[in-house]
């Protein structure tokens, strides 16, 4: 059974950064697609980074440039690094694991998911 478990959200002002993690269990980790997604209070959830198997990252418009996702498959972890943060950032971020189809944005496209951390973004 796949099992994923966030940290490092927090409080920051804008312009700060922070970095998340992801801990993956019970995943043939190397050979799934995994991401990150967050979901603002009255929003839909988004997805905001997402990497592939070999390395290749897919971001969100709203983040290119200010976000960098990357993983370590030899301690089955997904990290966010998040620089240059805007109070629009602010949200519940979550990790995805175990895609089950082709649009690799999508929330849908997921079965695992973590507990969710929260990033709050003061201006």
């Known amino acids: 059974q796949v099992r994923l478990v966030e940290s490092g959200g927090g409080s920051v002002q804008a312009g700060g950064s922070l970095r998340l993690s992801c801990a993956a269990s019970g995943v043939t980790y190397s050979s799934h697609c995994m991401g990150w997604f967050r979901q603002a209070p009255g929003k839909e959830r988004e997805g905001v980074a997402i990497?592939?198997?070999?390395?290749?990252?897919v971001y969100a418009d709203s983040v290119k440039g200010r976000f960098t996702v990357s993983r370590d498959n030899v301690n089955n972890a997904l990290y966010l690094q998040m620089n240059s943060l805007k109070p629009e950032d602010t949200a519940m971020y979550y990790c995805a694991a175990d895609l089950v189809a082709d649009d690799i944005l999508a929330p849908t496209s997921y079965r695992a998911w973590g507990q969710g951390t929260q990033v709050t973004v003061s201006s």
């Open positions: 990497t592939d198997d070999d390395g290749s990252a």
